[in-house]
């Protein structure tokens, strides 16, 4: 292939790359510099582009990743070499299982030390094949204003995710007047966008004969923003809808046809449609082992129809007899276009849905005097927030109570590591999207063991002005590590509880960032209704009950209706 190049005004590397993120618009850089990168940290004296400087790597990337599931922009990172590069490598893993655009730019030893040991090099292109949707090593300065381009479109089209851009130090300081032509032209990589029509009208002819339909909405609803759509479709036909983890947000939580989130810690409405369905239509779910535990006995007798924008997801785990690879709103507004003629009767089946919801919701014991419930925490502040918060959450029992007791209202909303399941997640992801959108409430549900692998980013909170509200579930433990030893180990604990916890409070307050310690439940409402009140960032740490579980469950391996702990 020719390279045509274009001339331009003699800039380096790094004054390219500048130009390039400008050219797309980026609103804000998370990093954290070093050598490999001083080159370009110099440019960034001069930029315009805030950057924010979390005090860790993965930090950054969480913080960009955060940024990024609010606002559905490319979340943009700059680390340094080796250790600072493989320190990221946990983030853009999470923004890969969770298709999260991001681009990540990573510093490298000068080319002529690739492949030498030189100091702080680190293979990350090796490294990041497995976890990145694409990756770039620049090696010619005159590549950097395409390179960037197609990395952005790469990033944000078709299915979401990380590309890493290494960029090697002499690349930074290298100066040339002439540019490659960076129009994209990528043969190899066109997602497909728009239905296949046939494939609609085999779905419609199948809704027409379902007596016992069910949706399951999961990201891709929320990242094609096709919740109006998902709304007048689920309405026009009277099928109710299921979330994944990642999917709450696409559908109202107060709706009739809502039956909550499904899978592990699903609801028992949702699990028991997702299992006696005669027509599954999944918009946007990969069908992930938390949500299909048994696939034998995952709705058996169903019709399976599987819309996603990405074809290696349809067929990976269940025999799909509609699959339709495409955008979920380019697709659900082709369906909203046609009609059925004539429905099977589904009132009975709607009648089983919401009895089945009535007679079995969440719940817990409301009535304890004792110690404050966690699951009261979150029920309070969906309440206070009004469920409009933007809501992160770390990994472990909290991030499940909180899928179960906050009202998500909108796409969006809810930041939690899904598919990776990475501790320390929460904080800086509600950090990144209260930057993104400073006058909205962000909540950041953490527990006490995961919000000790990325505390030390209080230490930006007054920096950057960010008036977040950090809510500590404090059990003591490992939650739903201590959760599953009792459950699958005979109750025998190891290494799952804390012998000893920091001062909460005082950590706060030793980065200048207000703390307050919740003990009582009578007072419980009007201690939270305090805190969030506060002007400014607060860390409320609640000390909840240490041996609660998050019910239902399903064992491992485990078909959806055999759920545990249903009321």
Known sequence: MIKVEKETTTKSGAELLIDALNAQNVEMIFGYPGGAVLPLYDAFYDCDIPHILTRHEQGAVHAAEGYARVTGKAGVVV?????GATNALTGIA????????MVVFTGQVATPGIGKDAFQEADMIGLTIPITKYNYQVRDVKDIPRIIKEAFHIATTGRKGPVVIDLPKDMSIATTDRVNDDTIN??????TVKPNGMQLEKLMQALAAS?????LAGAGVNHSRATAELLDFAERYQIPVVNTLLGLGSFPQDHPLFLGMGGMHGSYAANMALTDPDLLINFGSRFDDRMVGSPQEFAKHAVIAHIDIDPAEIGKVLTTKIPIVADIKETLTQLLEMNVTEEADKTHWYKLNMTRKERHPFTYNRDSKAEIKPQKVIEIIGEITDGKALVATDVGQHQMWVAQFYPFRHDHQIMTSGGLGTMGFGFPAAI???LAYPEQTVVAFVGDGGFQMTNQELAILNDYHINLKTVIINNGSLGMVRQWQEKFHNERFSHSIFQSQPDFVKLAEAYGVKGVRLTDPETLAADLEEAFAYPGPIVIDCVVSPSELVLPMIPPGKANHQMEGVE
Do not use: C, E, N, R
Not at 211 to 215: E, G
């Open 79 to 83: 680390v340094t070499s080796g250790p």
């Open 94 to 101: 999470d923004a890969m299982s969770d298709s999260i655009p």
């Open 186 to 191: 990528l043969p190899g990589y066109q997602p």
């Open 211 to 215: 007596s016992k339909p069910v949706i």
């Open 432 to 434: 990144g999207a209260q």
